[in-house]
């Protein structure tokens, strides 16, 4: 089968996994489920502060940063998986090849595959959810801008809005807009819209 699912690992990738070794089987069995239904949209975004809380009782030495680095690691995994439709035999195959997983490690990852890979195929997610961003969190607030270049008493009203988004490695970005408030009326009337369409699905 050869490289067939990871054919190219992004950076940190390997120290990823070499830290996951060190998890507690039930801990990385756990992660790994949380993942993969992130993956299946029946769960939100992997937080790691709770997974490092986990590592942290079960007296495992770790940090935010690392959990998060497998995480996305993880998510990498099995979204290639997806992507390739690969056997839980072929894929766990292929990682003896070429990372240095252990055997515990491989030994959950071909359970879960097992249990769950087919799902990805038969809902189609491998070729398209799966390249679509999550939305995390969503803000916004009021405010009054009291002068500009141009305008000593401007008292213009505008609104700002803050969304999350995570890409499908896992990654999450923060991406800020502001609108006026004749835009923010627009767009309020289209999401009353989707909600009253989603009322007749």
């Given amino acids: ?55 942290h009782e079960a007296d495992v030495e770790s940090s935010e940063e690392s959990v998060q680095a497998v995480i996305n690691a993880l998510t990498f995994l099995f979204r290639s998986a997806a992507r390739s439709k690969v ?26 595959w097992a249990d769950q890979g087919q799902s990805f195929s038969s809902l189609e997610l491998a070729n398209n959810l799966l390249s679509v961003g999550q939305l995390v969190d969503m803000q916004w607030k009021l405010g009054v801008a009291m002068t500009s270049d141009s305008c000593r008493s401007l008292n213009s009203t505008f609104v700002v809005m803050a969304i999350k988004v995570a890409d499908p490695s896992g990654k999450v ?12 009326k627009a767009f309020s009337k289209q999401m ?9 699905v």
């Fill in 192 to 200: 009353r819209e989707m909600a009253a369409m989603l009322e007749t």
């Fill in 1 to 55: 089968m050869g490289m067939a699912v990871l054919q190219t690992v992004p950076e940190g990738f390997t120290s990823a996994v070499e830290h996951l070794n060190t998890f507690p089987q039930d801990i990385f069995a756990e992660l790994c489920q949380e993942v993969i239904s992130f993956l299946q949209y029946t769960k939100g975004l992997v937080k790691a502060s709770q997974v490092l809380d986990r590592l």
């Fill in 87 to 112: 056997v839980a035999e072929d894929l766990v195959k292929e990682l003896k090849h070429s990372l240095a997983w252990s055997d515990g490690s491989l030994s959950v990852i071909k359970h879960l």
């Fill in 173 to 184: 970005t923060t991406r800020s807009f502001e609108m006026t408030v004749a835009e923010f």
